[in-house]
C-alpha cells in the first residue's frame, strides 16, 4: 500500500516559470520529509527536507510546504531553469532509526527553454 | 570519495538464471539500503541493514530475493530463480550512524538496470 503518493506522473513547464509538485501522505506518524531529484542513468539525490514541526522550509530556488492536516506537501521551484529537468521523488520517514524512507512514484518535470 | 558504488550497471538475464547483484557503500557509513525502483511503484525500499546485520526485510518480494552484507563495505542482492517482473532499477543507498534528532542523509548509487528476458 502507498504511504507516499504523487498523482501527477510528469509536468511541464516554461524555463522562468514556477514549477509545484505536489505529493500526499496517508501515515500522520511521519516526522520528515523530503525531495530526492533524479537524471537518467543516476541515483536519486537530496533536495529538500522539513521537519512536520514546520510548514515552510526554503533553500535558493527551492520551497517545500507542508500541510499537515491535509496530508500533503508541495516542492516550488523559483524561477525554473532546463537544468531543473529531472524525476522528483517525495519520501517521508519516522524517527523510530534508520533512516527509512518511503517513496512516492515520482514526478517527471520538464523545463522547456 | 568514490560514492557508493554498484555493480554491474546493467544486467541483461534469462528467466530461471540467478542474478547477483552487488553494493559498495560509502566508507564509514552505518546503514545500507536496497531499493527497487519501478514505474507503478516508485521507489521500494526491499532490505537494509545497520551495521551488516539485517534489520527489516520485510519489503523483499518473496522468498526467491536474498541480501547479504558480509562485512561492512560490501553487499549483494540475490535473485534465484529469476523472472521477467523482476525487471526494474536496483538502487543500494547508504548512510551514516543514526543521529536520533535530525535526518541523515541517504547516499545512492547509480543503481542496477536488470532485465530479465
Known amino acids: 500500500d502507498q504511504q507516499v503518493k504523487q498523482n501527477s506522473p510528469s509536468l511541464s513547464v516554461q524555463e522562468g516559470r514556477i514549477s509545484i509538485l505536489n505529493c500526499d501522505y496517508t501515515?500522520?506518524?511521519?516526522?520528515?520529509f523530503l525531495w530526492y531529484k533524479k537524471y537518467p542513468a543516476e541515483g536519486p539525490t537530496f533536495l529538500i527536507s522539513i521537519s512536520s514541526i514546520k510548514d515552510k522550509n526554503e533553500d535558493g530556488r527551492f520551497t517545500v510546504f507542508l500541510n499537515k492536516s491535509a496530508k500533503h506537501l508541495s516542492l516550488h521551484i523559483v524561477p525554473s531553469q532546463p537544468g531543473d529537468s529531472a524525476v522528483y521523488f517525495c519520501?517521508?520517514?519516522?524517527?523510530?532509526?534508520?533512516?527509512?524512507?518511503?517513496f512516492g512514484t515520482g514526478t517527471r518535470l520538464t523545463v522547456i527553454p | 570519495d568514490a560514492g557508493v558504488i554498484q555493480s554491474p550497471r546493467h544486467e541483461v538475464t534469462e528467466m530461471g538464471q540467478e542474478v547477483t547483484l552487488r553494493c559498495k557503500p560509502i566508507s564509514g557509513h552505518d546503514y545500507l539500503f536496497w531499493y527497487r525502483q519501478t514505474m507503478m511503484r516508485g521507489l521500494e525500499l526491499l532490505i537494509y541493514f545497520n551495521n551488516n546485520v539485517p534489520i527489516d526485510d520485510s519489503g523483499m518480494p518473496e522468498d526467491r530475493f536474498s541480501a547479504k552484507m558480509p562485512n561492512a563495505s560490501f553487499s549483494t542482492l540475490k535473485i534465484q530463480p529469476s523472472e521477467p517482473r523482476d525487471s526494474a532499477v536496483y538502487f543500494c543507498?547508504?548512510?551514516?550512524?543514526?543521529?536520533?534528532?535530525?535526518?541523515?542523509?541517504?547516499?545512492f548509487g547509480p543503481g542496477t538496470r536488470l532485465t530479465v528476458l
Open positions: 501515515n500522520s506518524m511521519f516526522d520528515y
Open positions: 543507498a547508504s548512510t551514516p550512524r543514526w543521529k536520533g534528532s535530525s535526518y541523515n542523509e541517504q547516499f
Open positions: 519520501a517521508a520517514m519516522r524517527k523510530t532509526g534508520a533512516n527509512n524512507l518511503f
